[in-house]
C-alpha cells in the first residue's frame, strides 16, 4: 500500500511540474514583455485606491477578509482535511490533497522569484506586503485550497449542493483576488496569474489522480461533477 501511495505522490507531483512548464512561460510572457494589460493594472490600480482612501470601513473589512481566507488558513484547512481522510482510510485523497497545495504552493513562489515583478507603489498606501508581485499568493493558495476541498467533498454532495460549492469556491477565489486589487498590493494580472496557475496545477494533478485511477482499473470518473474519487463518499461516511 505504501509502494501505491509513493507512486501516486510521485506521479501527482511530476503533473503539477508539468504544468509550470505552460504556466511559468506564459507568466514572463505577460509581466516582462509588458503586453497591454498592463496599462488596465495601472488604471484599476489608481481607481480602486482612491476608493479605499475614501471608504476606510470598507477596507478595514477587506483586510479582515483577504487575512481570513489566506494563505496559512487555507493551507491549514487542507492538512486538516487530509488528517481526517487518513483517519477515515483514505491515504490516497490525503496524499492528493497535501501534493496539490504543497507543488502549487512551491511553483507561485517560484514564479514570484523568476518574474521578480515590483508590487504597486501608490501615495499613502492603505495595506503593505512583502516579496515580490506576481503572481498573488493569496489567489494562488486561495484557487488550490478552495479547488482541493470542493473536488474532495463533491462525491458526498447532491446535484444541486456540488453546483453550490463550485460557486462558492470561486466566489472565495474572486473576492479573495478583488481584496488583494483593493487593497493596492497587487495588479490585476498578478490576480489572474494566480488563478491560472493554481487552477493548472490542480487540473494537472487531478489528471494525473485519474490516470492512476485507470491503471489500477477503476472505472473512469468526471472529477468536476463527482470528485477525483466518487467511491471516497462510502469510506468518509462509514461508521467508526
Do not use: C
Not at 38 to 60: F, K, S
Not at 134 to 153: E, K, W
Not at 206 to 232: K, L, Y
Amino acid at each position: 500500500m505504501r509502494n501505491e501511495e509513493g507512486r501516486l505522490g510521485l506521479r501527482l507531483a511530476v503533473g503539477g511540474l508539468a504544468a509550470a512548464l505552460i504556466v511559468i512561460p506564459f507568466s514572463l510572457l505577460l509581466v516582462v514583455a509588458k503586453m497591454p494589460v498592463n496599462g488596465l493594472d495601472a488604471q484599476v490600480a489608481d481607481e480602486l485606491h482612491e476608493y479605499a482612501l475614501a471608504h476606510p470601513g470598507v477596507t478595514r473589512l477587506l483586510i479582515v477578509w483577504t487575512d481570513v481566507f489566506g494563505p496559512w488558513p487555507w493551507r491549514i484547512a487542507v492538512i486538516a482535511y487530509a488528517v481526517w481522510l487518513l483517519y477515515k482510510g483514505a491515504p490516497r485523497l490525503a496524499v492528493w490533497a497535501v501534493t496539490t497545495v504543497t507543488v502549487g504552493g512551491l511553483l507561485g513562489l517560484a514564479a514570484k522569484i523568476v518574474v521578480a515583478r515590483a508590487r504597486p507603489h501608490l501615495p499613502d498606501p492603505v495595506a503593505l506586503a512583502p516579496g515580490d508581485s506576481f503572481p498573488s499568493g493569496h489567489v494562488v493558495n486561495a484557487t488550490l485550497g478552495a479547488g482541493v476541498i470542493v473536488l474532495l467533498l463533491l462525491p458526498a454532495l447532491p446535484r444541486w449542493g456540488r453546483r453550490v460549492a463550485w460557486a462558492v469556491a470561486w466566489f472565495l477565489v474572486l473576492s479573495v483576488g478583488y481584496t488583494r486589487i483593493a487593497l493596492g498590493v497587487h495588479w490585476v494580472s498578478d490576480v489572474v496569474g494566480g488563478i491560472v496557475l493554481g487552477a493548472a496545477v490542480t487540473a494537472a494533478t487531478v489528471a494525473a489522480f485519474e490516470t492512476w485511477r485507470r491503471d489500477q482499473g477503476r472505472r473512469p470518473a468526471s472529477p468536476v461533477t463527482e470528485g477525483i474519487e466518487p467511491e471516497s463518499a462510502e469510506v468518509t461516511n462509514a461508521q467508526d
